[in-house]
């Protein structure tokens, strides 16, 4: 008889692991059950969508349950998993469609329920015209919103990744656009000086941000009319609440798998769990810090993928390891790029490190090029060792990257001295002769 693997959850870690289980058991009965409407897709290109850049929600999913089917693999979509029992090995499931429940038995299971958008207890908060984005049917809700009712004001509350992204599509749709932050910043996982270049590509474009305002309620006659922050009142005729996620793991502590100190599923380098028979993928498990050494809860669909592909190698018999990850993402804001990886400079001094940074403004072209704009970079590492602990960039083009080469020297545990001897590209049209990389890398051993 086959062995059965049931995956909780079918995006990006679900899928993942579904399709490099199969690939290495071809006797393996997989079988995943995904809540939402959808399976496989790429969720960081809805801002794309919403904008209008992106025609088609179509577009962004990158293969159906009928494809999966082709490989062996059953995904139900619009089945929600009620509950885990391990001593039985089983789920209770929900056919959401037809509110039918059954029970289906497993041998091995990979837990990838993802994260779900922090909704803290706000009056109002359900109001018509309020969106949060993590799904494919919130994606579309907005688009259709901003095509059908034409709003003229909006609310972004939330000034990280999701919130500067949605600035610009509801501006391109005409939108005056305010964000409301409770931090003193927007980005928050940047440092507050680089932070301030994305505050000021933002008031460039004419988004208004209020800092230090925490949201107290939403009001309005059948729809969102305006949001109340910091004893303020704000006009919005559509909000798009972006406060950050946390790990959806409801069903984890329900079937008594252990999760780790951010409240992610506590996995070792396997993605096992400390259930036998049961790993944890994505954005609902943590990861381990390369630069710290310790567990932490960074959510991108880079770590998701790589997690998921680890598990349904070990659970199909193979033999596959995550080493960690050092936190690298990017997010357009406009025409200003921003990326980061690593700690910043007061992440790092939170978790005990002695730190020096380096801070250069460059060009990110040979400065004899019509076009050369500025390039920031700054470099976050130990005064003693020279070890390098984090980076964050922000230019108008070639960030992302030029950061990407950072992460590759976190990852091999690098230093300023190191990082300075690189045999980097040159040619007028991409960088200068010293890259801003040598040059900040440069100051640094100053």
Same mark, same amino acid.
């Given at each position: 008889?086959?062995?059965?693997?049931?995956?909780?959850?079918?995006?990006?870690?679900?899928?993942?692991?579904a $399709?490099?289980?199969?690939?290495?058991?071809?006797?393996?009965?997989?079988?995943?059950?995904?809540?939402?409407?959808?399976?496989?897709?790429?969720?960081?290109?809805?801002?794309?969508?919403?904008?209008?850049?992106?025609?088609?929600?179509?577009?962004?999913?990158?293969?159906?349950?009928?494809?999966?089917?082709?490989?062996?693999?059953?995904?139900?979509?619009?089945?929600?998993?009620?509950?885990?029992d391990?001593?039985?090995? $089983?789920?209770?499931?929900?056919?959401?469609?037809?509110?039918?429940?059954?029970?289906?038995?497993?041998?091995?299971?990979?837990?990838? $329920? @993802?994260?779900?958008a922090?909704?803290?207890?706000?009056?109002?908060?359900?109001?018509?015209?309020?969106?949060?984005?993590?799904?494919?049917?919130?994606?579309?809700?907005?688009?259709?919103?901003? +095509?059908?009712?034409?709003?003229?004001?909006?609310?972004?509350?939330?000034?990280?990744?999701i919130?500067?992204e949605?600035?610009?599509a509801?501006?391109?749709?005409?939108?005056?656009?305010s964000?409301? +932050?409770?931090?003193? *910043?927007?980005?928050p996982?940047?440092?507050?000086?680089?932070?301030?270049?994305?505050?000021?590509?933002?008031?460039?474009?004419?988004?208004?941000?209020?800092?230090d305002?925490r949201?107290?309620?939403?009001? @309005?006659?059948?729809?969102?009319?305006?949001?109340?922050?910091?004893?303020? *009142?704000?006009?919005?005729?559509?909000?798009?609440?972006?406060?950050?996620?946390?790990?959806?793991?409801?069903?984890? *502590?329900? !079937?008594?798998?252990?999760?780790g100190?951010?409240?992610?599923?506590?996995?070792?380098?396997?993605?096992?769990?400390?259930?036998?028979?049961?790993?944890?993928?994505?954005?609902? !498990?943590?990861?381990?810090?390369l630069?710290?050494?310790?567990?932490?809860?960074?959510?991108?669909?880079?770590?998701?993928?790589?997690?998921?592909?680890?598990a349904?190698?070990?659970?199909?018999?193979?033999?596959?390891?995550?080493?960690?990850?050092?936190? $690298?993402?990017?997010?357009?804001?406009?025409?200003?790029?921003?990326?980061?990886?690593?700690?910043?400079?007061?992440?790092?001094r939170?978790?005990?490190?002695?730190?020096?940074?380096?801070?250069?403004?460059s060009?990110?072209? !040979?400065?004899?090029?019509?076009?050369?704009?500025?390039?920031?970079?700054?470099?976050?590492?130990?005064?003693?060792?020279r070890?390098?602990?984090?980076?964050?960039?922000?230019? *108008?083009?070639?960030?992302?990257?030029?950061?990407?080469?950072?992460?590759?020297?976190?990852?091999?545990?690098?230093?300023?001295?190191?990082?300075?001897?690189?045999?980097?590209?040159?040619?007028?049209?991409?960088?200068?002769?010293?890259?801003?990389?040598?040059?900040?890398?440069?100051?640094?051993?100053?």
């Open positions: 008889m086959s062995e059965r693997l049931v995956i909780i959850g079918g995006v990006a870690a679900g899928m993942s692991a $399709t490099k289980a199969r690939r290495l058991n071809r006797n393996m009965d997989i079988i995943v059950y995904e809540k939402s409407g959808y399976v496989s897709y790429g969720a960081c290109g809805f801002p794309y969508y919403i904008k209008g850049e992106i025609p088609r929600i179509e577009d962004v999913i990158v293969r159906t349950p009928q494809q999966f089917a082709q490989q062996g693999i059953q995904a139900h979509v619009c089945h929600e998993v009620l509950a885990i391990p001593t039985e090995q $089983t789920v209770r499931v929900r056919n959401l469609e037809t509110g039918k429940e059954f029970t289906d038995q497993w041998d091995k299971l990979i837990l990838t $329920t @993802g994260g779900a922090v909704r803290p207890p706000v009056p109002g908060l359900d109001l018509p015209g309020i969106f949060t984005l993590r799904t494919v049917e919130d994606a579309v809700a907005i688009r259709r919103w901003l +095509e059908q009712e034409r709003p003229a004001r909006g609310v972004i509350v939330g000034g990280g990744y919130g500067m949605m600035a610009e509801l501006a391109v749709h005409g939108l005056q656009v964000i409301v +932050e409770m931090l003193p *910043q927007v980005m996982n940047m440092d507050p000086d680089m932070a301030t270049y994305v505050l000021q590509e933002l008031n460039h474009q004419g988004v208004d941000v209020h800092l305002r949201v107290e309620a939403f009001a @309005g006659n059948g729809r969102v009319r305006e949001v109340i922050a910091g004893g303020e *009142q704000f006009p919005a005729d559509v909000v798009i609440f972006s406060v950050g996620a946390r790990p959806n793991n409801a069903l984890a *502590q329900q !079937a008594g798998i252990a999760l100190p951010i409240g992610a599923v506590a996995v070792d380098d396997h993605q096992r769990t400390n259930l036998p028979y049961i790993w944890a993928a994505g954005d609902v !498990a943590e990861a381990r810090h630069v710290t050494g310790k567990p932490t809860y960074i959510p991108l669909g880079t770590t998701a993928n790589k997690q998921g592909r680890v349904g190698t070990n659970a199909a018999g193979g033999e596959a390891t995550f080493k960690g990850i050092v936190g $690298t993402a990017a997010v357009k804001v406009f025409d200003l790029h921003v990326a980061r990886t690593g700690l910043s400079e007061k992440e790092a939170v978790e005990g490190f002695e730190v020096e940074t380096a801070t250069i403004t060009s990110s072209r !040979a400065h004899y090029m019509p076009e050369h704009p500025p390039l920031h970079v700054k470099l976050v590492f130990e005064p003693g060792s070890r390098l602990l984090g980076a964050q960039m922000v230019g *108008q083009e070639g960030v992302a990257k030029r950061i990407d080469v950072i992460a590759a020297a976190l990852h091999a545990g690098w230093t300023t001295y190191e990082l300075a001897e690189l045999d980097l590209s040159y040619a007028p049209p991409f960088a200068p002769v010293w890259d801003p990389i040598l040059v900040a890398a440069n100051v640094a051993n100053r």
